[in-house]
């Protein structure tokens, strides 16, 4: 007899335990997607293209996670499988007792039925939490792997928040252009732009991983090394070769409260232990405890987040609007970010735009009230991205601090004078990453499978 069941989750794990386990398995009839943690992405279908037509002829309905007991109800459902990142466990056993409540099974999916094998050797980063740096850890591997002479396709955890999702079956970006022609939200352009423009590398994203991974496999450009690009603290979609966490001392014991970030903490073959510039010597030894009692056999590399400022004048003495990557303020809980740190090393006023927000980041700082004095980067739509604009013109500062790592004027029109901030990881001692990737690339005699330009 079939099992019913609803998969919990913010359009991206979801999709991809449906995919790699229940589509078109006849033991299982998915009823229903419940959608949270992003906005916008309920009261959507996932399509019957993607779901399969045989089973699902209909597509799968996506509903706000807030129904699921009347869900459960309705559709005489049998299990709920969570299947999203970057919560604490406080919250995750909420949602079991919601479901238990209504009578149904909670189930936690794990990697060994919603891995994807690839034929190429496969590098995975994952992290804690949410904004530990795991985008300028892949950068810097990426780095290292380029100069030994290979080529690399970097895989991005899902994004796809695009109203049709058949769009986003498998994406590829390899230039500027390739952002506007998939339509990119600001989150998207944040993750893939800093690829595209900084390590011109290929990298890859969607909806279908196993669709995705088979055609980063081929990329006409070559491939050596497949490089997955976690999102927030979720383990890879991948199986890896080589598995690389990132911790953040700055938010010292989330990786050993929050799911699935300590799941990634006990996988990992590597722990990079980022931002110990700005961290404190107890929350540094705090995480470092932590990892040694969960994982005492991870290598242990230790790194700094180092800022780069185009016009550090604009800020000396001024008052300024920061805005930090959207994620990290919000499901990341993060205080402070790379705009802040700039901000605060050249004397900088922050102005608080709590008064000035438009249209949907009200609803986004009434949902984060512990945002505070910043701005996230919010731009999950063309509306939110007004939105922004908005906020920002209508915000008085004498300059505007973007700490995302995109061109953020490129997209929307901000009318004060402009800071940017970079930010790129730096290892602190020995072992560096590139002792571990050197080792690596002897590991499996990697050699170029097509020449470099």
């Not at 479901?99 to 050797?121: E, H, I, R």
């Not at 985008?135 to 796809?160: C, D, F, N, W």
């Not at 701005?375 to 505007?400: F, N, R, S």
Request: proline residues 7%; aromatic residues 8%.
């Amino acid at each position: 007899m079939k099992k019913n069941v609803i998969i919990i989750g913010a359009a991206g794990r979801d999709f991809h335990n449906f995919n790699t386990y229940f589509r078109g398995n006849k033991n299982y009839n998915v009823v229903a997607f419940t959608a949270e943690q992003i906005p916008g992405i309920d009261s959507r279908i996932y399509p019957k293209e993607l779901a399969g037509t045989d089973l699902y002829p209909n597509g799968i309905q996506i509903y706000p996670e807030s129904k699921l007991p009347e869900l459960i109800k309705k559709f005489d459902v049998d299990e709920c499988v969570f299947a999203y990142s970057d919560k604490p466990y406080n919250y995750v056993m909420g949602i079991s007792s919601i479901v238990n409540a209504a009578g149904a099974d909670f189930t936690l999916m794990g990697p060994k039925y919603t891995q994807v094998k690839s034929t190429k050797p496969v590098i995975a980063v994952g992290a804690t939490r949410t904004g530990c740096g795991k985008s300028q850890t892949s950068r810097k591997i990426i780095e290292y792997l380029v100069g030994m002479g290979l080529r690399v396709v970097a895989v991005r955890h899902p994004m796809p928040y695009d109203p049709d999702l058949n769009k986003q079956k498998v994406q590829r970006f390899a230039a500027v252009e390739d952002l506007k022609k998939h339509n990119c939200t600001i989150e998207e352009m944040e993750e893939y732009e800093p690829h595209v423009v900084t390590k011109r590398n290929v990298i890859y994203a969607g909806v279908d991983y196993e669709a995705i991974l088979r055609e980063a496999e081929k990329d006409p450009d070559g491939c050596d090394v497949v490089l997955w690009d976690g999102g927030n603290n979720d383990f890879p979609f991948y199986a890896p070769d080589l598995f690389i966490g990132v911790a953040d001392p700055l938010r010292p014991g989330a990786e050993v409260s929050y799911y699935p970030g300590e799941v990634v903490a006990r996988m990992a073959d590597v722990i990079v232990i980022n931002k110990i510039d700005s961290a404190s010597l107890e929350n540094i030894n705090i995480v470092r405890a932590n990892l040694a009692k969960i994982n005492p056999n991870a290598t242990i590399i230790d790194a700094a987040s180092i800022l780069t400022v185009d016009k550090p004048e604009l800020m000396k003495g001024k008052k300024v609007l920061v805005v930090e990557d959207g994620p990290t303020l919000t499901h990341g809980e993060m205080k402070i970010g790379a705009g802040t740190v700039a901000a605060m090393k050249y004397g900088a006023e922050l102005v608080d735009p709590r008064p000035y927000l438009a249209g949907s980041l009200k609803n986004t700082f009434t949902t984060y009230p512990n945002i505070g004095t910043l701005l996230p980067a919010m731009g999950y739509g063309e509306q939110q991205m007004k939105d922004l604009e908005k906020t920002i013109a209508d915000t008085p500062c004498d300059a505007v601090v973007i700490g995302t790592p995109i061109d953020l004027p490129r997209f929307i029109k901000v009318k004060q004078p402009v800071v940017k901030i970079g930010y790129e990881l730096q290892e602190i001692g020995k072992p560096t990453l590139e002792d571990v990737l050197t080792d690596f690339v002897k590991k499996f005699k990697l050699q170029p499978t097509k020449p470099m330009k």
